[in-house]
Structure formats: structure tokens, C-alpha cells
């Protein structure tokens, strides 16, 4: 059973910028225990770090993290310079396609506030990282990526830590899987807040060319 943190109130009044909307979907189960975890932790402590040092960033970046492992968890929505690091405990086998799933539920609930409330929009992310592979059904979550990613409705990557099926994750995007160089996670976290940092300086619906990921990506 999904457990979903409530939603705290928007205030669009106070911060009516454009929104990049991210959302970082984590493996937390059994096999991330130990050093893939710490490793994990710092990386996203830097990206918090590195988002809110921007001042436009910091209010255009909004993040939601969703972690599956013995159950399926999902924070609130916040910009970067509130965003609060999640709590990682590892355990239980790997839910990918019902966390996946409940990502896109997710991200089609938020369009739908950003419009009700006039505020403009980039392409949605969806970041996955995984060191394993699906043990749930995945097949329709694998549909409606690869149907989102055709209407241009968000942008999905998937990234593999040492002992991810690389060919699992291949097959559910349509994107090419990452594989993670070791535990660079501190690397893969720089580039994507750099990543992100150049969207929100753009105008909502311009192509940004992004930095390539050879720094923390064996590719």
C-alpha cells in the first residue's frame, strides 16, 4: 500500500514563476543498503544545495520525490529553496511500475493546478535510479511512458546503479538507460541541478541543449 505525505497549501500568489517540475523517483529497497544509500543522500544534498544558491532557480525548481522499495512513499511538492531531503530506509523488493505509475498520476494532477492557478509551465522530469529492476507489473507504466514521452508531456530518464537490468530499463523508456559510473552520485546530482538550472533560465517551450552526462555516465 502507497503511503502519500498530505499536500501542503499552495501559495501561488507569493511565487506566481514558471514552474520546472521534477520529479525523482528512488529505489529504496533492500539491495541500496549501505554505501548506494549514503551515496545517494549526499548526491541530493548537493542538488538541494546547488538549486536553492540560484535565486530564479531556487523558485522555479519544484520537487516531488517519490521512493519505492518496502512501500511506496510521496512528498509534497516544493521548490527548491524549501525542499527538504527525503528520508531513504531501504527495504522490501522493488514496486517500480506502481511508483511509476503513481509519478504520472501525480504530475497530471499538478498541470492541472498550475493551470487552474495561471502559472506557466516547462517540460515536466521524471528521474529515475534504480540498482535493480521491476518485481511488480510494469508493462502499462512502460505504455504510458512511452505514450507521455511521444505528446511531449514530460521528459523520463532512467539511470542504473551497479547491478540495475540495464535491459529492463531500456525497455521501459524510450530514452537509453544511464549506467551510473560507481557511486557518482554527487557527479549525476551536478549535472542534473546544472541541467535544470539552464531550463529555468529559459522561456517555457524553448529547446536548452544539456551538458553531457560522460562526467557521471558511462556512455
Not at 37 to 66: F, P
Not at 76 to 100: C, V
Not at 187 to 197: D, K
Not at 205 to 210: F, H, M, N, R, S
Request: hydrophobic letters at 40%; aromatic letters at 8%; one cysteine or more.
Amino acid at each position: 500500500m502507497a503511503e502519500q505525505i498530505p499536500f501542503g497549501t499552495d501559495d501561488f500568489a507569493e511565487n506566481p514563476e514558471p514552474r520546472v517540475p521534477c520529479i525523482l523517483l528512488l529505489d529504496t529497497s533492500g539491495s541500496m543498503a549501505g554505501t548506494k544509500t549514503d551515496e545517494l543522500r549526499r548526491g541530493l544534498e548537493i542538488y538541494k544545495n546547488e538549486l536553492a544558491s540560484d535565486a530564479m532557480t531556487s523558485k522555479r525548481v519544484e520537487i516531488s520525490v517519490i521512493t519505492f522499495g518496502g512501500k511506496i512513499d510521496i512528498s509534497d511538492w516544493a521548490t527548491a529553496d524549501i525542499f527538504t531531503l527525503p528520508e531513504l530506509k531501504p527495504d522490501g523488493a522493488t514496486p517500480m511500475g506502481e511508483a511509476i505509475t503513481k509519478a504520472l498520476d501525480l504530475l497530471k494532477q499538478r498541470k492541472s493546478t498550475y493551470r487552474a492557478n495561471g502559472v506557466l509551465y516547462y517540460r515536466p522530469w521524471i528521474f529515475l535510479i534504480t540498482d535493480g529492476e521491476p518485481t511488480d507489473q510494469w508493462s502499462n507504466a512502460a505504455q504510458l511512458i512511452k505514450a507521455g514521452e511521444k505528446k511531449k508531456e514530460f521528459s523520463f530518464f532512467t539511470v542504473g546503479v551497479e547491478g540495475a537490468n540495464m535491459d529492463k530499463l531500456k525497455d521501459l523508456s524510450v530514452r537509453e538507460p544511464l549506467k551510473l559510473k560507481g557511486l557518482q552520485f554527487s557527479e549525476l546530482f551536478l549535472w542534473l541541478s546544472s541541467s535544470q538550472q539552464s531550463v529555468s533560465r529559459s522561456q517555457p517551450g524553448d529547446e536548452v541543449l544539456l551538458a553531457s552526462p560522460a562526467g557521471w555516465a558511462a556512455i
